[in-house]
């Protein structure tokens, strides 16, 4: 696909399934049927191992412990309960592609890396997390597709130590996402004033990565310039996995994409011209009409003349160039000005 064609006609809604297959292959394909139901654009799968993100140990540096929805686990447990099988990768490609809908993945480590390019995914996302991991910016950036680059533990010089990554191995196909790793994430936190600051900032397309509850944010961020919009997709908050609080059921994620497709068409273009409803609407203006029988002769007043409602008349502003002038014939109450009936 050509994710910055795409980015130029519509915003790009992106359901992520991250631990919510609860390590269920069934429930996994189940849920990417329901993310196209649901208006999807993208399927995103996050690609590692317990192994290939920390390693397996109890000691303090391990437990986690940041007043975070997973406190009380070690790293090495909370992604052995959240990773995605490697072996289900495929077959949930084949899955998302045969529904039309667009398959990648955030990696984790080169092993990852390579493992997608195998599978050909046409564009890469990298996790917030991951946004100080140069080399492995600059190996996913090197294999020329586009890339998706969380921003939710960001300091400005992070961000653009990223971008210059991926634009120093020749790649300039960035796509930056505004994000708060904070899970959910509080309202007073999301900021997404910061959206068209970093469009502009870093010359590239920016979207949102949302944790918080509800759908408000996202449709907010469209009306921002928001490009890109990433949610947590779950098929039902019965089940048991660590990222269910922050995620969309169904219903919810479909009532989203209809209102973030409500917003970007309203959004539009800057424009002043009328519609042909507008102008028909124009009938219900205000314009100058008589309001009292005339003479000929008989001079025009505030009291004879009025601003009113419909808009057959002369326009309002030239009520004071009227005043004092005279009619050219007898005028019947109810008869729009003109210039005409004027002497």
Known sequence: ????????????IVAELSANHAQDLNLAKETIHAMKEAGADAVKLQTYTPDTMTINSRKEHFLIKQGTLWDGKTFYDLYKEAYTPWEWHAELKELAEKLGLVFFSTPFDKTAVDFLEELNVPIYKIASFEITDIPLIEYVASKGKPVIISTGIATLSDIEEAVNACRR??????????CVSTYPTPLEDVNLRTIPNMAETFGCPVGLSDHTLGISVPIAAVAL???VIEKHFILSKDIDSPDREFSLTPDEFKEMVKAVREVEKALGKVTYELTEKMKKSREFARSLFVVKH?????VFTEENVKSIRPGYGLHPKYLKDILGKRARKDIEKGTPLSWDLID
Do not use: P, S, Y
Request: aromatic share 6%.
């Open 294 to 298: 005339m003479k000929k002769g008989e």
């Open 169 to 178: 191995v020749g790649n300039d196909q960035i796509v930056l996402l505004k």
């Open 225 to 227: 310039g928001a490009r």
């Open 1 to 12: 696909m050509d994710l910055f064609r795409t980015l130029k006609e519509k915003v790009f």
